[in-house]
């Protein structure tokens, strides 16, 4: 077995497990459809990070021509992305003592600042593997950076404006689709 093959293993099951918490959590929803009082902002947020973790899993294969040395700290650091997007999967539907939930819009104005907290240290993430592990100039980090301060302008003024919220996320969806299909490149 490769040391590709052996880490991607760990990789692919986070990301099937974040995969899992999404679907289940869409399930959920589907099967209190009368019931739900629904959130454009989650529900297009839930939709962006089911993209990523797709798009993460297709990126992973990347590595495996890109690294040449497999040492724990690079398999940490390719490790640390899904257990990122995992916690955001499980933090984008009610869960425990909320799981009776039914107010969407809700609990998206309480865990909003947690959800985008996650995605800042997605995006960070980003930039250092883009980095540290593919090499990429500093530079075409320029629109990662960009999507970390307006994560960060959102975190820190503590945006409250849900038309600001769905915007975001509608323009998140649209740079991840863009990014599917623009340069989502072939294995």
Do not use: C
């Not at 880490?7 to 959590?25: D, F, P, R």
């Not at 309480?110 to 883009?130: A, E, K, M």
């Amino acid at each position: 077995m490769e040391p590709f093959e052996y880490v991607v293993v760990l990789t692919s099951l986070i990301l099937g497990l974040g995969i899992a918490q999404i679907l289940m959590g869409v399930s959920d929803i589907i099967s209190h459809w009368k019931q739900i009082k629904f959130s454009l902002p989650l529900n297009v947020y839930i939709l962006v990070i089911f993209l990523i973790h797709i798009q993460e899993w297709w990126i992973n294969y990347q590595y495996s021509k890109e690294l040449m040395a497999w040492t724990l700290p690079v398999v940490l650091s390719i490790l640390v992305f899904p257990i990122v997007l995992f916690l955001q999967a499980r933090m984008l539907f009610p869960t425990g003592s909320r799981s009776h939930e039914t107010d969407m819009d809700a609990y998206f104005k309480d865990q909003w600042r947690w959800l985008y907290s996650l995605g800042l240290i997605t995006v960070l993430i980003s930039i250092w593997h883009n980095l540290y592990l593919s090499h990429s100039p500093l530079i075409d980090q320029f629109h990662l950076a960009i999507y970390a301060l307006v994560y960060f302008y959102f975190i820190v003024l503590n945006v409250k404006n849900h038309l600001a919220h769905t915007i975001f996320v509608i323009l998140q969806l649209l740079g991840q689709l863009a990014f599917i299909f623009l340069e989502g490149g072939v294995l």
